[in-house]
């Protein structure tokens, strides 16, 4: 990657100074500045501004909750967990990273030995109401499986609606109609991943 | 014996005796040499080579280089850092990249080397070969995470003794040649070795049959030997780490119990194993697994509370067991003190008696040696004790001293020990018939004993035993045997083939038999020994210089116990054996000397931990129990160990009832807590005036041992009278014979009630036995001794061997003391019901 914009650090050539009127520094100033603003009529230029917007019948208000803006795909919003394409299985292997990582302690997990002598995850937790969304969690994910998602709307009346470690994990359809969506903020691959491997040679 | 000497090691002088490993100097003196195999206390394995320094200009092995006087070492030179990179990428070669559900998450000696050597880069490869993991039993082994270090193996090799681990064939081909020319020398002669092996057990199964200590895992560099109770279940950053003493026997290990929540839904604390400090104190697998006896879901229940208050007033005796702790013991004594209540503990009372009377003798309120002194000497005689049951450390101590120690060792037990068989070909194990151990102190003081020292009367007796006989002794001795034999030769001067005599000389062995006088012994016939003792001694002997004496249970019970106190004295006094006494139980030793006991029960009696008229217990559920009370995992306190050092314990899992203290405090003996005693413990039997939070509780890097404090050894004017019985020869038991002993891990109900631990409860008969006689395992029999009568299911035991049947105390309900009569043998009848 070019990473020369970064390392000009500089800021001279782009920047300029703002023309800004002097600050008052003294009683009287204050005074003729508080006597200028008031008979300017300022204010009726904001209610013609409101007024010539309403009459145009052309809103750029967004509807909510009715209408909802799409959300950047590196926004920190509530968790999920992701699923492997290529078996649907979990993709978190109970490592336990995120759990050490969270500086509010509100993920919390119980892990065990399966039948198959694997580690298996059985209780997994997130306090939301805890959580400030800082993103370290799904940056410090090894396998990708706990990232952020768009689901910022975390008010209900009834406890049934908030969710769990199931709700957290893409649903099994999404995940046969392909559209189990990758996280791009914290923790996803890099795109020049590749090129700053060094390979470890294999003798097969 | 050592000499102090001085080494340069990268410019720093440092102070250490002559011989000492490098390794071993650096590390006390605070100076990093990396090192994955060697474990301090063990014998050097060479497996990992990264110890790799450069003394005088030629590169050595830390780990086995000893140090000589002016020796100048630098950790460092560019081709050892090389080396170095280089061992530790083989280490990374096919190494799985699992390590986010590794157990040992994080606490893993080739992750820290690999970053600690900057390895970023392999240059390696060799192909992988099928390595599944097994399932060993209390342990699971995943070859694909092993390095190979072989620490498992010479843990269970040096320290713990069941030799129960091996290195296998690996089955890998062999190495790409080119390597050989390519690498740096050491890391292609470790790689090569690695390549060949992994480990295995030495019993050739699956299944570990060991006294499954749990040792080799816990010394698991990495995340290839972990226990299979603990798999999975927490990353070991989680737990936060509680330093305490092991509650189990008296031998007192550092230990720290590990400590999370329960689960999600139960935010109770929860132990989820013992960790310890393995390169100073190896446990046993009661102390590494049964850690969950605490006294669970206590209230505090007021009523019961009040009953126990009147109880106390009107009771005249309180029975109790050792597994208290000192502060707690003290509080008994101040109730005493105070209500006049009889302090009946019978094993701690034996044991108070069996000191008392050596202390006439021998002038010292406590015997002189502990057992890293044991560990260093270099002769050994265990007597009346079960050792690997009754302290398992004073076996690992025992083992190590042949092992490591180069030494040899006597263990005198009518039981047969496979397990001690099995340490080492330099333990004798003699099997004496019970009740002879006088004659055995008869005899180490006879073979011992500076006989110009000891008291006239008793080296006349000595020497009564001595008689000369005649045996007829077959010798082999080689023969100068001429023959003459007819040899076809050319003749020189002829030239002809001509028959020639030649004289041929041959040495051949001869048999011849001949009559020795020599010097029998009949006290080595009294105990049965086999009669090629002599020899076999003088064997065990060669190039000793430092001896002691481990002493047990089966002597504080003895008829003759007084006699065979000072007999014990008197070996300590007149020969160069240093002298270790195993305390029964955990807090024998604090017991013993802060309590005054008394050996009858009055009319109404109070128990702790021990049934009678109103009981206390730590034992919760499933036990009778008047008045709930915490375990030791629960308190905080001292403990006195065998050691004899008072050693501090914390609360690992919280209690919510009442304690001893609460008690004392309603009976008006005012105290906050009870580590408010700790600092009043009886500064005249050699405890010191320390406060409990001032005691500290680690070890330095030299390995010293600083936890808590030493008990001071008090002088005691000895008498003059240094008289001893003559041998009861009348004395003995006939056949039959049952013997009270636990099987290893097992000490006491609370190591019953414990999860992991699961021997089963029963009366233990060796396999042998079982194949002799009518009995089945399984089997539910009667077995009745003269003194009572118990019903109990057998179990086949293949830790011992030979006919005497042993019998447990660890399972109260058993209720097994019943058949005894203070000696820990007796006979009995067994009939199947």
């Known amino acids: ?204 | 014996m050592s000499n102090n000497i001085t080494i340069n090691i990268d410019g720093k002088e440092i102070q250490t005796q002559e011989g000492e490993f490098i390794l071993n100097a650096a590390r006390a003196n605070d100076i990093f040499i990396p090192a994955i195999c060697y474990l301090t206390r063990c014998s050097p394995t060479l497996a990992c080579r990264i110890c790799l320094v450069d003394v005088d200009g030629k590169q050595a092995y830390a780990c086995n280089a000893k140090s000589k006087d002016g020796m100048t070492i630098s950790t460092s030179t560019e081709n050892i850092e090389a080396e170095r990179r280089a061992i530790m990428e083989v280490y990374d070669v096919n190494h799985p990249l699992q390590c986010g559900v590794c157990d040992q998450s994080g606490e893993c000696e080739l992750q820290n080397y690999t970053l600690e050597m900057g390895v970023d880069s392999q240059s390696f490869a060799v192909r992988d070969v099928p390595r599944d993991s097994h399932d060993w039993g209390h342990l699971h082994y995943d070859p694909g995470l092993c390095i190979v270090c072989e620490r498992c193996v010479t843990a269970c090799k040096d320290m713990i003794g069941d030799n129960s681990l091996t290195t296998i064939a690996r089955g890998a081909e062999a190495l790409d040649a080119t390597y050989k020319e390519e690498m740096p020398k050491d890391a292609y002669a470790m790689w090569n070795k690695l390549n060949k092996s992994v480990i295995g057990l030495t019993n050739g199964t699956d299944t570990l049959d060991c006294t499954s200590c749990g040792e080799c895992a816990s010394v698991c560099p990495v995340g290839a030997l972990v226990d299979t109770e603990f798999m999975y279940k927490s990353n070991a950053w989680e737990l936060s780490q509680v330093p305490a003493t092991c509650g189990h026997c008296s031998a007192g290990c550092q230990i720290t119990y590990d400590v999370k929540h329960t689960s999600i839904e139960n935010p109770e604390d929860k132990i989820y194993r013992v960790m310890n400090e393995w390169n100073y104190v190896s446990l046993c697998g009661a102390g590494r697994y049964g850690f969950d006896y605490h006294n669970a879901n206590v209230v505090k229940d007021e009523v019961a509370f009040n009953k126990a208050i009147e109880a106390f007033k009107k009771a005249d005796t309180i029975k109790f067991t050792s597994t208290i702790t000192n502060e707690e013991a003290l509080i008994l004594e101040k109730l005493k003190a105070k209500f006049g209540y009889k302090l009946v503990n019978n094993e701690a009372k034996a044991f108070q008696t069996f000191l008392g009377n050596y202390a006439t003798l021998s002038g010292t309120r406590l015997y002189g040696s502990d057992l890293k002194e044991v560990a260093n000497s270099s002769f050994i005689i265990s007597l009346g004790t079960a050792l690997k049951s009754d302290n398992p450390n004073a076996r690992y101590a025992f083992n190590n001293s042949v092992t490591v120690n180069k030494g040899a060792g006597i263990y005198f037990h009518p039981v047969n020990d496979p397990i001690i068989d099995g340490l080492h070909k330099n333990v004798l194990s003699i099997a004496h018939k019970p009740l002879q151990e006088e004659a055995i102190l008869y005899l180490i003081l006879d073979l011992f004993g500076d006989k110009e020292a000891l008291p006239s009367d008793i080296v006349d007796y000595l020497a009564s035993f001595h008689s000369k006989k005649t045996i007829t002794v077959t010798e082999t001795v080689k023969e100068k045997v001429i023959t003459i034999v007819k040899e076809m030769k050319v003749n020189e001067e002829t030239g002809e083939e001509e028959e020639v005599e030649v004289e041929k000389s041959k040495m051949v062995p001869k048999k011849v038999s001949k009559d020795v006088e020599v010097d029998d012994n009949a006290l080595l016939t009294m105990i049965g020994a086999e009669d090629n003792f002599d020899e076999t001694l003088t064997k065990l002997l060669k190039k000793k210089e430092t001896f002691s004496l481990v002493v047990g249970a089966d002597l504080y019970n003895h008829p003759n116990a007084k006699n065979c106190a000072r007999l014990v004295a008197l070996v300590e006094k007149y020969s160069k054996f240093k002298l270790v006494m195993i305390p029964t139980l955990t807090n024998t030793l604090g017991v013993a000397l802060i309590n005054d006991l008394s050996s009858d029960e009055g009319s109404y009696s109070i128990g702790y931990n021990t049934k009678a008229d109103f009981t206390l217990s730590a034992l919760g559920d499933g036990s009778e129990c008047d008045l709930d009370m915490p375990a030791i995992n629960q308190q905080e306190g001292t403990l006195t160990s065998i050691n004899k050092r008072v050693n501090p314990t914390n609360v690992a899992i919280s209690y919510g009832g009442y304690v001893l203290n609460d008690i004392a405090n309603a009976l008006g003996i005012d105290s906050e807590n009870t580590i408010d005693y700790t600092a009043q413990l009886p500064t005249s039997k050699g405890f010191r005036k320390e406060t409990f939070d001032s005691l500290p509780d680690y070890y330095t890097n030299a390995g010293e041992e600083m936890r808590g404090y030493a008990l001071k050894n008090m002088g005691r004017k000895a008498s003059a009278d240094e008289s001893v019985k003559k041998i009861n020869e009348a004395l003995s038991l006939g056949e039959n014979l049952i013997y009270l002993a636990n099987p290893v891990r097992q000490f006491s109900d609370f190591t019953a009630k414990t999860t992991q631990l699961d021997e089963q409860s029963g009366i233990y008969m060796s396999e042998e036995y079982l194949e002799n006689s009518e009995f089945n395992a399984g089997d539910s029999v009667k077995v009745k001794s003269e003194n009572g009568e118990i019903t109990a299911n057998i179990v086949s035991d293949n830790k011992i061997t030979g006919s005497i049947v042993l019998i447990p105390s660890f399972d109260s309900k058993l209720n097994s003391e019943v058949l005894f009569n203070g000696y820990r043998f007796a006979n009995a009848s067994i009939e199947k019901v």
């Open chain 1, 1 to 204: 990657m070019n990473t020369q914009a970064f390392n000009d650090r500089n800021v001279n050539d782009s920047y300029y100074m703002v023309d800004i009127e002097e600050y008052p520094t003294d009683g009287w100033g204050r005074f003729k500045r508080v006597i200028k603003r008031t008979f300017r009529g300022e204010l009726f230029v904001g209610l013609w501004v409101v007024l010539r917007e309403m009459l145009k019948f052309n809103i750029h208000t967004i509807q909510y909750p009715l209408e909802k803006m799409p959300i950047g795909p590196r926004y920190r919003a509530v968790h999920e967990m992701k699923r492997l394409w290529e078996s649907d299985a979990e993709r978190c292997i109970g490592c336990g990273l995120c759990e050490k990582i969270c500086i509010s302690n509100c993920i919390k997990m119980d892990t065990k030995i399966d039948e198959n002598s694997r580690k298996e995850v059985s209780e997994y937790t997130i306090n939301l109401g805890r959580c400030i969304f800082c993103g370290y969690c799904a940056e410090v994910c090894p396998e990708l499986a706990i990232t952020h998602g768009g689901e910022y709307e975390n008010g209900s009346e009834q406890r049934e609606h908030y969710i769990d470690y199931n709700g957290m994990l893409t649903p099994l359809e999404m995940m046969t109609q392909g559209k189990q969506q990758e996280f791009e903020g914290f923790g996803a691959i890099t795109p020049h991943e590749d090129a700053r491997m060094k390979k470890t040679p294999l003798a097969y």
